[in-house]
């Protein structure tokens, strides 16, 4: 019951703004878990959140749309030429540089505030999480042994859900 409620709060860590993958997988390595479920479940719980954020600014933004639209208002050019430059350049950059950045949420957000389509921001912060969730898994993986000596200890989360079950 212990692991259960251990993993559970990996998802939950990941899934939380600003405290995004990237740090949940150390976390979760340094306190007793494995590396690669941390890896899977941090995963799913920060994509869950972000494909929520994806999909709810693109509601937000359709509803803006229809404001303009009924008030009869016309994009200015350099919103629009803004929106093209963003769109040729920007998309993968944010994605892959905003967990570390910005956060993951944040970057989605702002990827759909800059025009982004929901397909093409929902497809680079996907490869941007998996990505960066391999790359950490296997930094951590290699890394935690050699910061942490787990001879006495089986990690410190373990241990406190041990102690109180």
């Known amino acids: 019951m212990g692991y259960i409620i251990a993993y559970a709060i990996v998802f939950l860590l990941a899934a939380t703004p600003f405290f995004e993958v990237v740090a949940v997988i150390p976390l979760g390595a340094l306190a007793g878990l494995q590396t690669w479920l941390v890896v899977i479940i941090g995963l799913l719980g920060n994509v869950v959140t972000v494909l929520l954020v994806i999909v709810l600014m693109d509601q937000i933004k359709a509803w803006l749309q229809r404001r303009r639209e009924k008030k009869g208002k016309a994009p200015n050019k350099r919103g629009a030429r803004a929106e ?44 941007s999480l998996v990505c960066w969730a391999t790359v950490t898994g296997i930094l951590t993986f290699y890394g935690v042994d050699f910061i942490v000596d787990r001879s006495e200890s089986d990690g410190f989360l373990i241990d406190l859900l041990q102690r109180y079950s």
């Open 84 to 127: 093209k430059i963003w769109k040729k350049y920007g998309l993968p950059g944010l994605a892959f540089l905003g967990p570390i950045l910005v956060g993951s949420h944040l970057a989605a957000f702002l990827s759909m505030s800059f025009g982004g389509e929901r397909k093409a921001v929902a497809s680079w912060m996907m490869i």
